[in-house]
């Protein structure tokens, strides 16, 4: 069983950085598709960024060119490096992983996600 637990969260002035870890355990993590999703209070969950089998990413376009995802296979961590924060990226973020991906697909709807972690609060204060 897939296992996620997130780190790295915590309060941040906007303009500032904070990365995100994620690590994953109970599988072979480098054949899984990696997501980061996150929800806002009162907002629903929405997609941030996700990274495919083969290293392929994806990002909501809210956070294009600000976050960065990565993987580091050998560690079975996904991270979220998140840049020039903003009032708005104020959330609990959650790392996902889609256990049966396509190789080269990096999936943007959290139905496609087989495991959560428990979340990481970011704080972003203007």
């Known amino acids: 069983q897939v296992q996620l637990v997130e780190s790295g969260g915590g309060l941040v002035q906007a303009g500032g950085s904070l990365r995100l870890s994620c690590a994953a355990s109970g599988r072979t993590f480098s054949r899984d598709a990696m997501g980061w999703f996150r929800q806002a209070p009162g907002k629903e969950r929405e997609f941030v960024a996700a990274?495919?089998?083969?290293?392929?990413?994806d990002y909501a376009d809210s956070v294009k060119g600000r976050f960065t995802i990565s993987r580091d296979n050998a560690k079975n961590t996904v991270y979220l490096q998140m840049n020039s924060l903003k009032p708005e990226d104020t959330a609990v973020y959650y790392c996902?992983?889609?256990?049966?991906?396509?190789?080269?697909?990096?999936?943007?709807?959290?139905?496609?996600?087989?495991?959560w972690g428990q979340g990481t609060q970011v704080t972003v204060s203007s």
């Open positions: 996902a992983a889609n256990t049966r991906p396509d190789y080269s697909r990096a999936y943007s709807s959290s139905y496609e996600y087989d495991y």
């Open positions: 990274i495919s089998w083969s290293g392929g990413t």
